[in-house]
């Protein structure tokens, strides 16, 4: 098995998650290292990959998607002229505030945050844990154009992101998405069908259904008065977003005036919202170290992560996720 991991939205929880108190032997914040490390070490227990590959946001706002719909991620964005005087937050130039060339909007990330981003990085790379990366591209399409682009093992995709249930597929290699949105406890594995089950479409319509539902959490206002349950029967219907635009230009299509009047208002807006929300699968990939991510079956470099561990304090879930890498 490969196993995909949504590096981003595994520190980001593991941050609120565990407690600010955690620190390492200088007083640093430690707790999105150790929270994260422990993610790690439960995925990779529970679904005993071969292959692991942390994917990472190399323009977490890409500039292609901003164009098409301006509110994406809007309340996100740290304006850097505020950010001089008022705003709280570190700009240390981590994965997940972009690459020379990419966006150069700014997200909001806790100071504490910032700084130990690095050190997992440092981290898996002492144990050999393969990341990747994309410039231009969000660690969605990452993780999309690898699945798409798998063709020996099946694959687990590990997030928080319910749009990813976008690349969940039945056929050869299959792909499952491992949520963990609603907490480790909680967390399940969603086939395809499974997708199809919960939403009422299957995954490859997911993009088109989010977005008539919209999403408040990427800035996608979908089509007012159009929930879960009307997108999905949309969908059912008309196939995708185009499909129902045609449909609404047709004279008889079964749709009611009012439904009418709302498609057309947002029409615009429908016109590009799925180009956005849709996952990219031929994203220009950057894999360090270059090769298929093989998962060892201990540390490559034990010198660099010994000295890593006594540094900021993490042995513990460093053990645990060296354990859960062994038992593969």
Request: glycine content about 10%; hydrophobic content about 45%.
């Amino acid at each position: 098995m490969l196993q995909l991991l949504d590096l981003a939205g595994i520190y980001f929880r593991a941050f609120f998650a565990v407690p600010m108190s955690t620190t390492s032997p200088d007083g640093r914040p430690v707790n999105a290292v150790r929270g994260s490390l422990d993610i790690l070490a439960k995925v990779i227990s529970d679904a005993r990959p071969t292959r692991v590959m942390a994917c990472l946001d190399l323009d977490w706002r890409p500039a292609w998607r901003v164009e098409l719909i301006p509110s994406y991620k809007t309340h996100r964005v740290l304006d850097p002229q505020s950010a001089l005087s008022t705003a709280p937050v570190e700009l240390a130039d981590t994965p997940h505030s972009g690459t020379p060339g990419a966006s150069t909007d700014i997200e909001v990330v806790p100071d504490e945050l910032s700084p130990q981003v690095p050190i997992l990085l440092d981290v898996l790379a002492a144990l050999g844990i393969t990341t990747a990366g994309a410039p231009g591209f969000e660690a969605d399409d990452v993780i999309g154009t690898l699945a798409a682009t798998e063709r020996t093992d099946p694959v687990e995709v590990v997030t928080g992101d319910r749009d990813l249930f976008q690349v969940a597929r039945d056929t050869d290699p299959a792909v499952t998405v491992r949520y963990i949105g609603a907490g480790m406890s909680k967390a399940a594995v969603y086939s395809a069908a499974t997708v199809a089950q919960r939403y009422g479409i299957p995954p490859g319509s997911y993009a088109d259904f989010a977005a008539l539902r919209g999403d408040p959490s990427d800035g996608l206002p979908g089509v007012p008065g159009v929930g879960d349950k009307t997108a999905a029967t949309l969908i059912s219907r008309f196939g995708t977003v185009e499909g129902l635009l045609q449909a609404l230009d047709g004279r008889s299509t079964g749709l009611t005036a009012g439904m009418r009047a709302k498609l057309a208002a947002a029409r615009d807006y429908l016109l590009v919202a799925p180009t956005v929300v849709r996952v990219s699968t031929d994203a220009p990939l950057m894999v360090t170290p270059d090769g298929p991510g093989t998962l060892p079956a201990e540390p490559v470099d034990p010198a660099a992560l010994s000295e890593l561990v006594r540094r900021h304090g993490v042995g513990g879930p460093t053990a645990r996720l060296v354990a859960a890498m062994g038992r593969g």
